[in-house]
């Protein structure tokens, strides 16, 4: 079992910088994958970024590449999302999650893999 905690979501105005930590606890191991998602009122979850615990190149969706960035600290077992020039558009929940076993990069933004799930926290942006 694998436990996660969002935190840093806030009100900011257009423009802002925000960064988001995930705190895991519990199982986890090096080839883990932990992603970053979000979902906005009456749309559905959005895959924005994931890594793999033991290394190698993130994966950004293209709506998001360039101004968040994903990063993690292995010794604290915390992953955050730096985000930066946030738009009204960025307003959602924003998830953490772990996937056990995603071998193909290409399969890190399939939201059905990803078996655990933290409580999000909410991103508010506006003027």
């Known amino acids: 079992q694998v436990q996660l905690v969002e935190s840093g979501g806030e009100l900011v105005q257009p423009g802002d910088s925000l960064r988001l930590s995930c705190a895991a606890s519990?199982?986890?191991?090096?080839?883990?994958?932990m992603g970053w998602f979000r979902q906005a009122p009456g749309k559905e979850r959005e895959f924005l970024t994931a890594?793999?615990?033991?290394?190698?190149?993130?994966a950004y969706a293209d709506s998001v590449e360039g101004r968040f960035t994903i990063s993690r600290d292995n010794r604290k077992n915390t992953m955050y999302l730096q985000m930066n020039n946030l738009k009204p558009e960025d307003t959602a929940v924003y998830y953490c999650?772990?996937?056990?076993?995603?071998?193909?990069?290409?399969?890190?933004?399939?939201?059905?893999?990803?078996?655990?799930w933290g409580q999000g926290t909410q991103v508010t942006v506006s003027s």
């Open positions: 999650a772990v996937a056990r076993w995603l071998p193909q990069t290409s399969d890190f933004g399939t939201v059905r893999l990803y078996e655990y």
């Open positions: 519990g199982r986890t191991a090096s080839t883990y994958v």
């Open positions: 890594i793999r615990l033991n290394g190698g190149a993130p």
